[in-house]
């Protein structure tokens, strides 16, 4: 991954200052978390059909100016039932219950059986059962106030704008409606009393859903994890992110609304499903940690990057929300993205201090036994190695009859089904219009051309067709138009004559009628139906249309008929709260779905970013669309209502999808750097991280499951689509995505050239230096990534090579075999030099081919080598010859750049060795042969040692070259102020020194062995290695004819010897 950036270091110093006071830390999120708590109990909740409305539309306007014309609109029916309405106990007791009800506060008109009685009867001088009769031919009042068969009544309740009021209001109805319904059957209905009842049982599900959830997935952690103690960090981070998100609610006076249910239980399975990839990345560090700091700033480092991309790219999907056109959508992202941003500080902060605190536990050596999910991992990393086709193609099934879902969707939502069919709301919605209107009132504007339109006594008979062709309307139940008003005026002023039950034939006797009209019911009342300047007129049409989709397609019906029949004599509009929520549901449903094709796009845009390849971004987004075409297809197939709950689960889910994503990307390119084996990198993965990203989605799951129990129907589909995506989400990551990186090159050798060297290619390798990008690649399909051990041989002489190499990582060193004339110093090695990135190394024996014949190159680190193979670049000759020749002249300025410096090292050297100052090996022998020639002439004796350093190649590749070369630094100091000034010391080799003792025999060399390995630890550094060191040694008297190489090869042997423990030193004397 491309680095965890600049401030990496950053956070590394804030990490280790966490885990060295991890107290402080606590009692830092704990003030906060006071602070944020302070203000919970004073949080409200919000359950107005206002809140899921969108106010910048024409239809939101124009209710607002119906308001200001015609005033309330929302209505509440009670209704009544008894054997006779008319009875006149029952009659007097409607009266007393309708006029306690007028005298509500909030409640600006009343209109009722008796009302219509006190109307009419201005004397008061009928009974009951003369009223009855005296309104038999009265169509106003059928299914308005009175049912047929006189049984039921209703008393509507036009209400003034009572939002934030309507808890208070419903009470008080209920509280009139108790002390006077007697025997009768009363009940209440009216989209503020379904509000109501929603916020009921929000209130209920606030207090048991979330607490349920909290308790299932503690249970499903300990089952996952079968142990408590790593639970802490998790529970811990999970309740103080849900206490600062609804505190930073309660402080900035934001209601919860119906969707802001969904909170607690969202930041509980995701912030559980983060904490779960910490956790077991703990678990990881723990085997290997000395101390519980150690283990926190281990884990930490492992997990914040792939952490904080996945909390980004879901806070890109709540983001969104915050800029939705609906008030109960940014209710419900604003503390989602609370809680959201807290986790990510809580897991970077105060995770590691309670790792801090937690003892490690005691180390079991007893060895793992594979589990049945590890068996399952298992058999999932085969499928997607030799079966990956055939999983596809189910797949590619599924997918396709998930598409075909995507014909049946329909944008819908239906307040009436949100509380269940056993409801009392539900069942009293559905009871009322049996016998009366509907509780759904939708109001059908109609404005005239020309002035004063409604005084026009055609322009009413035009009013009353429309009303006719209305009350036609599939799911209209009653009209109610001022026409009906002066009909009834007419019927009462001509004696109650049912043929007088019409509209006046004249134009005068209309001017006399509208004058009664306002005279007999005030002009606050004629207003509800009529406006000040008779120029529009407004029909209530009450129905129990309860679906946004039906609500929108009557409006289409109506309003296309009025402009075909009636256009010529006045324009026709339909406004209500009902077309607000339907037109809202329909904007932000659809505005969701584009917005998700936005967060698609942006959290594109982050993955390239982030893994350095289009193909990687391209790659790891395509399996969390699959989850996101099951779940469409699923609202489809099944008839789900596509609403703005069920699209949101779009617009999280692709958040979450893309944790156990990044999860397992991080793992796998950390993977493929090691060997570029697709293969092994993805089976390492899947088991490294298969077994978190099962618990996060079997967690996530579970929590979203427990909506299920909602009793508020949306809350619930959210839960059941959130828990059909998670699974899908699952297939995608286990499945999907690692079999389409085996198929896919996703990350280009070019790509990790430039992250391992961490500059260009062109400027970090001297061979590349000069090409273009395109250039480079060419080259680099001529090469590949090799991984080599420690101490792993590269090139030997006498071994045919056929590649260059440049080193990307680790360190390797060249050795040179110095064998002497007669082969006395057979494997005898001098370092030549030491490769660090960015160098190349090569054998070229011969024109036609590269071969290894005078060097050895072995790593000393673990180190990662391009190879480079000629025959390849010979080819690109015929492709390319710009590029190889490029190529070819730079790897002859390199030849030359490397005999220069060998030049140079030669001449400033001499004879000597660079690391310790002594003599060569050739110069050595030289110096032998004369003391040979000397002794055999003049009868004296020498002494021939030679010393190995027999750990110096272990502490070399454990602490590097340069701590090599002060250990040999170390030892020929020690060894030159052991031997007199005409004695000689050399080097010999990478790990031997000789020595030779002029006119010295056995006891010389004797004293030397005894002191020296006591010699060579007693001044040693602190920071160097103690020294393991063997001693051969021969004596030379001058009896047999030998050479310098003979003497050094027995020399060598008593070595050999020395080497035995039971026996430490042995010689040979000659």
Partial sequence: MAAQSSHSFDYNTWLRWIVSRPWIMLLIILLLTIAAGYRLPSIKINASSYAISVKDIPEFAAYENFLQEFGGAEYIQVAAKANNIFEPETFARVSRMADKLAKIPGVQMVISLPGAKRDMDLLDEWTPAQFEEKIEPVDLFVRNIISKDKKTTTITLILNDIRGGEEELVRAIQEA????????????????????????????????????????????????????????????????????????????????????????IFLMAVGTAYCLHVAAEYQNTIETAKTPKEAAIACLEQVRLPTALAVFTTLIGLSSLMLNRTEAVREFAFPACIGMLSQLVLILLLFPAILAMTPLPKKQAKAKKEDLLDRLLSRIAVLNLDHSKKALTVIAVIVGVSLLGFFLLKVDADVTKYLGKDAPVTKHFHDVYQDMAGCFPINVIAKGKRSECFRNLDKLHRLSELQRYLESVDGVDKTISTADYLKLINYSVNGYRKED????????????????????????????????????????????????HEWLETQKRIEAYCQEHFGEDFSVSITSMAVIVAHSNEIVTLSLIEGLLIIICVVLGIMLVALLSPKAGLVTLLPNCFPLVILFGAIGWFSVELSMNTAMVASIAIGLALDDTIHYMVRYSRELRHGLDRRKALETAIRSVGRPIIFTSITITMGFLILLFSG???????????????????????????????????????????????????????????????????????????????????????????????????????????????????????????????????????????????????????????????????????????????????????????????????????????????????????ALEKEIHRVRRYGSQLALGVVEIQNLIDISTRFGLHTGDRVLAHVSRVLGKRIREFDTLCRLDEQHFGMLLVRAGDEGGQAIVRRLSSLLNKDLDKDLPRLEVSVGFVVFSGEEDVTAGQLLSRAHKALENGKDPDAFLQRLVV
């Fill in 177 to 264: 409606v108790d002390s006077e319904k007697g025997d009768m059957t009363v009940y209440e209905i009216g989209m503020p009393l379904i509000s109501q009842a929603v916020l009921s049982v929000i209130k209920r599900d606030f207090m048991i859903l979330p607490p349920a959830a909290f308790v299932v997935m503690i249970l499903t952690l300990i089952v996952l994890f079968r142990s408590i103690r790593i639970l802490i960090g998790p529970l811990a981070c999970v309740t103080i992110s849900i206490i600062w998100a609804f505190g930073a609610m309660a402080w900035t006076d934001t209601p919860v609304a119906a969707l802001t249910l969904v909170v607690p």
């Fill in 712 to 926: 508020y129907k949306p809350t619930a589909t959210f839960g059941a689509l959130m828990a059909v995506t998670m699974m899908s989400a699952l297939v995608g990551d286990l499945i999907i995505l690692p079999s389409m990186m085996l198929k896919v090159d996703l990350v280009t050798l070019l790509d990790l050239l430039r992250v391992k060297l961490g500059i260009a290619p062109d400027k970090g390798i001297p061979l590349f230096a000069g090409l273009s990008k395109s250039q480079i690649r060419l080259l680099l399909s001529a090469g590949a990534i090799r991984n080599y051990p420690k101490g792993h041989i590269l090139m030997e002489p006498g071994k045919d090579g056929d590649s260059l190499y440049a080193v990307i990582s680790g360190e390797a060193a060249l050795y040179h075999t110095i064998p002497s004339q007669d082969d006395s110093l057979a494997g005898a090695r001098i370092r030549l030099a030491a490769l660090k990135p960015g160098d190349v190394i090569g054998e070229m024996g011969g024109a036609s081919s590269w071969h290894g014949k005078t060097a050895t190159l072995m790593a000393t680190t673990y180190v990662e080598l391009l190879e480079i193979n000629p025959g390849v670049v010979k080819r690109i000759q015929w492709l390319s010859p710009p590029t190889a020749y490029k190529f070819m002249l730079n790897l002859v300025e390199v030849l030359a750049q490397r005999l220069e410096s060998t030049t140079q090292r030669l001449a400033g050297e001499g004879y000597r060795d660079s690391v310790t100052g002594l003599i060569n090996p050739a110069s050595f022998e030289r």
């Fill in 501 to 548: 039950y019409t509209l006046p034939e004249t134009q005068a006797d209309l001017e006399n009628l509208y004058n009664l009209y306002r005279m007999l019911l005030g002009g606050a009342d004629t207003q509800k139906f009529v406006s000040d300047d008779f120029n529009s007129a407004n029909i209530l049409m009450m129905t129990h249309i309860s679906s946004t």
